[in-house]
């Protein structure tokens, strides 16, 4: 009988030991809160997982029925309560780990958390990072190793998702907010250098902090195998390459907002040899895919280039595999990632670089210059796309994952107009950013965007009204494919702001001596000031001869050197803000 029992303990505690191994699907869940089973009130006295920061009079997290993320109770941290909660992670050193809750901020007011590496004391703190919710959904993470805050956005007044993966064993860091990534970072960096998690700080600094907690779990996942994380890439090779199952935690980067798709992915690396065009492509594919391209030395700071799902129309494959290009330059890194947003399975993909010239309107470094005016398109090839990418098409090839591209710059600052109102049958979508080129998606400064304007036609084409533009600023005009591929027409329309007329330009300038021989005085005064003044002596050729430009004036006399004129007939031009005012002037020696 003791035989018995002795294999019988064997043999369950085998069985324990094989069930209590994580997965990717089946991560062990070490702490887990959801906030049913206090009496209303602090929870420090209620559980071992929650405590107070020491010293001071603070107090600890308030389970309350005020607000709910499923069940009926969630966590308050409240400003005016003097709280300062401590949820405890157990001091682990090793190991991977994935922490995430559910969280609240209402409206107009703010949240924020802290990891610490070890217990804080009365005296002193052990800050890993710090996490910001601030007033109407701006948030953003503070690190200790030097770098810039990263900005993020939130829904406030709304309950959302927060998520930590913590790997240990290699020193990493990820944080998600809702559906996306907003940063990753070496873990141990913080006030104090530690590679421990003691910790998470949940503190309101004033009254203006106050924020709900629920469905907080701790869970061990698999160590970080190939290919499974950015740190983990896999190396890539020009033509074909092969993508696994596409398992665990490494996406991220746009995760569905229904099912939560997109967590998983599988990575390349690819050390850039030429400069060129950089193409990722499953197309004639039998599987859904999305593809992403990244620029970074490491993982820690990655630019996103491209990201597609389903643009690849082919007749051998799938319409919902992906294309997409970037412009790289050589001895970059690239990593490329290929996510589960629809299937985990494995799949062929092939790797390419381009070194043909940049096709004229396919990207903004090869933008068409223009002028106001009326303007064709016939057809929408390029696949560098910003004002897209719809990522989760249905149907099809990707909405706006192709576009035109078209600059302006403005000799006078003034109110742009863009439009396929009158020229468009299609559906039509535009973007105009304000320049330089980027290289980031999220890089370029957005000014306007309109898609399935109410205003014209049958509501589908597009239309922005009073752009404001800045003289000498070049400004990109983005047309991309919306779900037809018709030509049309739009229109580029601008109209100068003028705070100086011709007749006040006219009436408040004086022209002096006229006959002149080695200086002539131009006097000018306005009720107005001239965002620019422009003033040129020309011959009767119409060569410049002198010229002068001023900024921001109203009033002043401006003189103008004629040593070296032959006597003659000339010929002054004085233009601001639009206005032209011209005076004959006589040089006599």
Not at 136 to 148: I, K, P, T, V, W
Not at 261 to 277: A, H, L
Request: net charge negative.
């Amino acid at each position: 009988m003791k035989n018995f029992y002795a294999l019988f303990s064997i043999l369950f505690l085998a069985a324990y030991s094989l069930r209590a191994q994580p997965t990717c699907e089946d991560p062990v869940v070490i702490l887990e809160d959801d906030a049913e089973s206090y009496a209303s009130g602090d929870v420090s006295m209620q559980s071992p997982n929650w405590t107070v920061w020491p010293g001071g009079d603070a107090v600890g997290a308030v389970a309350t029925d005020e607000q709910a993320s499923g069940g009926v109770q969630s966590l308050k941290i409240d400003g005016s309560n003097n709280t300062d909660a401590l949820f405890l992670l157990g001091d682990q050193t090793s190991g991977h780990y994935i922490l995430q809750w559910d969280m609240l901020v209402p409206d107009s007011m703010q949240g924020y958390f802290n990891l610490q590496h070890e217990m804080p004391t009365e005296a002193s703190g052990a800050w890993a990072f710090d996490v910001y919710f601030s007033e109407g959904g701006a948030g953003r993470l503070e690190l200790y190793d030097g770098s810039d805050d990263v900005a993020f956005s939130y829904p406030p007044g709304e309950w959302f998702f927060v998520t930590l993966l913590l790997d240990l064993d290699n020193d990493e860091a990820r944080l998600w907010i809702e559906d996306k990534t907003v940063a990753a970072w070496q873990f141990s960096t913080g006030s104090t250098d530690l590679l421990q998690m003691n910790s998470i700080n949940f503190y309101p600094d004033d009254e203006t902090y106050l924020f709900y907690l629920d469905n907080i779990r701790l869970s061990e996942i698999p160590p970080a195998a190939e290919g499974q994380y950015c740190y983990t890439a896999v190396e890539a090779s020009l033509g074909t390459n092969t993508t696994p199952e596409i398992v665990c935690f490494g996406g991220g980067y746009d995760r569905s907002s229904d099912g939560l798709e997109g967590e998983s992915g599988y990575w390349f690396r690819y050390v850039v040899e030429t400069d060129g065009i950089l193409s990722i492509s499953s197309c004639g594919n039998a599987l859904d895919s999305r593809g992403w391209i990244f620029r970074g030395d490491d993982c820690h700071n990655l630019v996103i280039l491209g990201v597609n799902d389903d643009q690849c129309l082919s007749t051998d494959g799938n319409d919902y595999a992906s294309y997409r290009e970037a412009l790289v330059s050589a001895g970059e890194t690239v990593y490329i990632m290929w996510d589960n947003i629809w299937s985990r399975e494995g799949f062929e993909w092939t790797l390419d670089i381009s070194t043909d010239p940049l096709e004229e309107g396919q990207w903004c470094q090869s933008a068409i210059p223009i002028g106001p005016g009326e303007y064709f398109i016939d057809e929408i090839l390029g696949d560098a796309a910003v004002t897209g990418p719809t990522i989760d098409a249905s149907g099809g090839r990707t909405p706006h994952a192709q576009s035109i591209w078209y600059s302006f710059t403005p000799e006078m600052d003034g109110l742009a107009q863009v439009t396929s109102c009158e020229g468009a049958a299609s559906d039509t979508r535009v973007a105009v950013y304000r320049g330089p080129c980027g290289t980031h998606l999220f890089d370029y400064d957005l000014i306007g965007l309109s898609d399935d304007y109410d205003g014209c036609g049958d509501g589908f084409q597009s239309q922005l009204d009073s752009i404001e533009m800045v003289a000498g600023e070049t400004y990109y005009i983005e047309w991309a494919d919306g779900w037809d591929d018709e030509p049309f027409i739009w229109y580029l329309n601008f109209e100068p702001l003028v705070d100086v007329t011709e007749a006040e330009l006219d009436a408040g300038l004086q022209v002096f001596p006229n006959p002149a021989s080695d200086l002539l005085n131009v006097r000018y005064e306005f009720e107005e000031t001239a965002d620019i003044l422009n003033v040129q002596l020309v011959d009767a050729l119409g060569r410049s001869l002198r010229s002068s430009r001023l900024n921001d004036v109203s009033a002043g006399t401006l003189e103008i050197s004629l040593t070296g004129l032959p006597t003659g007939m000339y010929m002054l031009r004085v233009a601001a803000d639009g206005a032209v005012a011209t005076r004959p002037v006589v040089v006599r020696r």
